[in-house]
């Protein structure tokens, strides 16, 4: 498991972590021992044993297995909570220099690559800096259903209508929604 790992590498106790990372001692015992799996964590938890570790929410959902793929909920809230902790440069930064757009391309997981790269856009447009040319070839692809929010396609489940799934739109991101991602608010996270 990546977190035994990770607390061995940094010469740090269960104890220590949990209490880094403000976090009930019984969680941190029950994600090391198997008992609780970290997918199945909440991204408050990811994001607070992530920072206690100094490594990314990506990287502890797929470090012991690159092939696990988080739920693109996760792998979102990791991403803004990533903006937030290195801010916009060093964000920016770390995208372009980790290639990590082209990577995730290139394994087909495309939600999450088209995201990243509509994030670093986005971001570069915040800051009024050029766009990234390494990924012009990527700039025009759109997934082939629109995502939208969980939380909208709960609004529109419980309001039995597509109303919230029309406002969003109006509302979201223009690099978000090149790629038919629906986001509006990729700062406000806690």
Request: with cysteine; net charge positive.
């Amino acid at each position: 498991m990546i977190i035994n790992r990770l607390l061995k590498q940094k010469n740090m106790t269960k104890y220590k972590l949990a209490k880094t990372a403000n976090l009930p001692q019984t969680t941190v015992t029950d994600i090391c021992s198997g008992k609780a799996k970290l997918e199945n964590c909440s991204s408050g938890t990811l994001y607070k044993l992530a920072k206690a570790l100094d490594v990314s929410m990506e990287f502890l959902l797929i470090a012991d297995n690159i092939e696990t793929r988080p739920a693109f909920e996760i792998f979102k809230s990791s991403i803004c909570h990533r903006v937030k902790e290195l801010g916009d440069l060093d964000f920016i930064l770390d995208i372009v220099e980790s290639n990590r757009i082209r990577k995730l391309y290139q394994k087909n997981w495309y939600p999450e690559s088209l995201y990243l790269l509509a994030m670093l856009d986005y971001l570069c447009r915040e800051n009024n800096l050029p766009v990234c040319t390494n990924y012009n070839d990527l700039r025009n692809a759109k997934l082939q259903k629109i995502i939208y929010p969980a939380g909208v396609i709960v609004m529109c489940a419980a309001s039995g209508s597509e109303q919230p799934k029309r406002e969003s739109i109006e509302a979201a991101i223009p690099e978000f929604l090149r790629h038919n991602i629906v986001e509006a608010e990729v700062r406000n996270v806690y």
